[in-house]
């Protein structure tokens, strides 16, 4: 099994910045990506960006692009979630998740995922 421990919201102001973490333990080499997803009150959780733990290739949704970055400590096995310029619609539960992501895989897709965090309040007013 592995654990994901979200931490880092909050509340900001629109234009503001935060950034989450996500802390991974457990038996960590059983995945080999991990992403965040968001779920703002009746509406679907979507994928928010993703990333191949140990590698440099990154994926954003549409929607965050170029507002939010995506990192990691591999040593820490931990993965950031920079998210600048923040606006209204960006609030929601954020989870972070993990998986062994096959090519072809589609790393947006809830199916995909074996591990998920608590999740993380962001409120942006």
């Known amino acids: 099994h592995v654990q994901l421990v979200e931490s880092g919201g909050g509340s900001v102001q629109a234009g503001g910045s935060l950034r989450l973490s996500c802390e991974a333990s457990?038996?960590?080499?059983?995945?080999?990506?991990m992403g965040w997803f968001r779920q703002a009150p009746g509406k679907e959780r979507e994928g928010v960006a993703g990333t191949y733990m140990g590698g440099t290739v990154t994926f954003y949704a549409d929607s965050v692009q170029g507002r939010f970055t995506i990192s990691q400590d591999y040593a820490k096995n931990t993965v950031y979630l920079q998210m600048n310029s923040l606006k209204s619609e960006d609030t929601a539960m954020y989870y972070c998740?993990?998986?062994?992501?096959?090519?072809?895989?589609?790393?947006?897709?809830?199916?995909?995922?074996?591990?998920w965090g608590q999740g993380t309040q962001v409120t942006v007013s």
């Open positions: 457990g038996i960590t080499y059983s995945t080999n990506f």
């Open positions: 998740a993990s998986t062994f992501l096959e090519d072809g895989g589609r790393w947006s897709s809830l199916s995909e995922y074996t591990y």
